[in-house]
């Protein structure tokens, strides 16, 4: 728990409103902290952001920190049943306190490791939620570009449950660095154009497409399909070659269908890659039974039946866009 001394560093804005407590977890952008709401006692989750990352020199340019919370506020605006919700920013000098709303499900990592693999029915159901999470990020004009299991938190224990995507959209910025962290990390999800690019910064959303067929692949699978402990070939170039497979000694129980769409989603070239649009459509989502659960757990006043889609107000382009864009120079 944070002691008194800790507790004073905490800006007056949010003490005011939250008390913080134990440590959730800590995540590539810090450590993210149990907060009850001063009051209501409701529960969140308060990422606690060094604004160091950004600074070049010990100094914050400035126009990045209010490019930092343009992207917040843009987040703030997001509503989706699987995309953790917004509750409040606060911003100092040295620090960002974003407030999110809290799940107690664990991270959708732990779980795939605790039970080996998903059966393909669950394993659908909660992939469908993520393809429908990431459609809607896509058509607000907003690229994840970080999607990994542990980016993927659950909502409860139950097998079948509610999914929620987190840290979406801050990642362009908490890295400011983003070439050395990308880099830095195992490339386990990282699409091949961002290696075959690296300095270009050109992507495009289809870099989502791939990182979640790598989700797809772990979850029907239990393991990885790029490994560094193959001795004949590095990651990088497993990736940019997309040497993968799906040997029969662990694949002999998953459908044909479900197959079909990893190999889609993991198309080296980008431009060949199937889009969130025609994933959807794919014949092996085509299951009213899995999307009659998906929407009773994203809709469950409304006995599944989703609100009517509203116009969603287009952002102003940016990047990630269909059109590969230099990306932000850090
Ligand atoms: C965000 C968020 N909402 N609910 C939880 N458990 C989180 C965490 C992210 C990272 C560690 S905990």
Redesign the pocket.
């Known amino acids: 728990d944070l002691n008194a001394s800790e507790d004073s560093h905490l800006p007056k804005e949010l003490v005011e409103k939250y008390t913080l407590t134990r440590v ?4 590539a952008c810090g450590e ?1 902290r149990l907060a009850f709401a001063k009051g209501s006692c409701e529960k969140f ?1 308060c ?1 606690i952001i060094s604004k160091k990352k950004f600074s070049v020199g010990g100094k914050t340019p400035v126009n990045l920190t209010s490019q930092v919370m343009g992207e917040v506020n843009i987040l703030k605006a997001l509503k989706h049943p699987c995309i ?1 919700r917004i509750e409040d920013v606060v911003d100092t000098p040295e620090m960002l306190y974003i407030v ?5 499900g ?2 959708l990592f732990d779980k795939v490791v605790a039970i080996d693999k998903y059966d393909e029915a669950t394993g659908k159901l909660l992939f469908f939620q993520m393809a429908t999470a990431i459609k809607y990020l896509h058509d607000q004009g907003i690229t994840h570009r970080d999607l990994k299991p542990e980016n993927i ?1 659950l909502a409860t224990d139950d097998l079948e449950t509610l999914i ?1 995507v ?2 979406f959209g801050l990642s362009k910025f908490v890295d400011a660095g983003s070439m050395m962290k990308t880099f830095c990390g195992t490339p386990t999800y990282l699409a091949p154009e961002i290696l075959l690019t690296a300095g270009s910064g050109t992507y495009t959303k289809a870099i989502d497409c791939w990182s979640l067929g790598v989700i797809l692949f772990i979850m029907l699978s239990g393991y990885p399909p790029f490994s560094d402990e193959r001795k004949d070939m590095d990651l990088p170039k497993q990736i940019m070659g997309g040497h993968f497979s799906f040997p029969k000694q662990y694949w002999s129980e998953v459908s044909d269908t479900a197959v079909d769409l990893i190999k889609q989603m993991m198309i080296v070239d980008p431009k060949k890659r199937i889009t969130f649009a025609d994933v959807l459509n794919h014949p092996w989502l085509k299951d009213d039974g899995m999307r009659t659960k998906a929407m009773a757990l994203m809709y469950p006043d409304t006995d599944g039946m989703a609100p009517p889609k509203l116009p969603v107000a287009k952002r102003k382009a940016t990047e990630g866009d269909e059109e590969p864009t230099r990306k932000r120079k850090s």
């Open positions: 959730l977890g800590r995540g993210v989750a990422k953790i999110l709303e809290l799940v107690e664990g991270e938190l929620k987190t840290d």
